[in-house]
Structures are given as structure tokens and as C-alpha cells.
């Protein structure tokens, strides 16, 4: 069984660091299993844009000077990239997503119009 562990680094937006210039990060630990985990492993690398979903899982274990430490993961169940291998800051590991063309009649915030004379009858969400 493939395991692949690997922290995600999350900007937390409009938070500045204590000197005011750099935005601050979580690193969030993800854990995938079988194909996700070999899925991971060939193609992620370090800056990469990643969507990432999955369950928490916590627990804790007891280290070397007996401390107990506590857990947080998640535990993915969906995992895809969230940009273009152009647009990442990492190689992108070969990969090329094929994009949606963009209606052109489309909107700027993304809907589109109907057209003159199509009837509400026709649309799937009546």
C-alpha cells in the first residue's frame, strides 16, 4: 500500500507576519492512501497549487522524552491540481490539464445570457 505524507502550506489572507510584510502560513498535514498516495508522489512538488479534500483525523503518541504529542491530518479523498503546469511555481511534473473554453456570451461574473426567444421549458433547472 502507497502512503504519501505531505504538509500544505495555506496563506492565511489579510494576516501579515509581526514585521508587517510577509503573509503568514498553516502548513496543514495531508496523509493519501493507495492511488492518491502514488497520485501525490509523482506529481506534486514544493509551490504547486493543490486542492485538497478530505477527513481530519486526529490522535497523539507519546515521544522519546515521553511528551505526548497531539495529531492533526487530513486524511485525502480527492486531490487535483489547481493550476496549469504553466501557471505553478513547480514543474508540474508533466502534467496538462485540458481547460473549459469560455462561452462568448458569458458574463463577467461567469453566467451567461440566454438568448432571445429560448423558452424556460428548455432549461434543466425548471
Known amino acids: ?12 489572507r489579510g494576516r501579515r507576519n509581526q514585521d508587517g510584510n510577509e503573509q503568514t502560513a498553516d502548513f496543514i498535514n495531508c496523509v493519501a492512501f493507495d492511488k492518491a498516495g502514488e497520485f501525490a508522489e509523482k506529481y506534486f512538488r514544493q509551490g504547486m497549487r493543490v486542492l485538497v479534500s478530505g477527513r481530519i483525523q486526529t490522535g497523539s503518541y507519546t515521544n522519546k522524552e515521553g511528551v505526548k504529542v497531539y495529531t492533526t491530518d ?43 426567444g429560448v423558452e424556460d421549458e428548455g432549461l434543466p433547472f425548471n
Open 74 to 116: 487530513v486524511i485525502v479523498e480527492d486531490q487535483e491540481f489547481a493550476d496549469s503546469k504553466g501557471a505553478s511555481s513547480g514543474d508540474g511534473g508533466g502534467y496538462q490539464p485540458t481547460s473549459r473554453p469560455t462561452p462568448s456570451s458569458a458574463i463577467g461574473d461567469g453566467f451567461m445570457n440566454i438568448p432571445d
Open 1 to 12: 500500500m502507497a502512503i504519501a505524507r505531505y504538509s500544505l502550506a495555506v496563506d492565511r
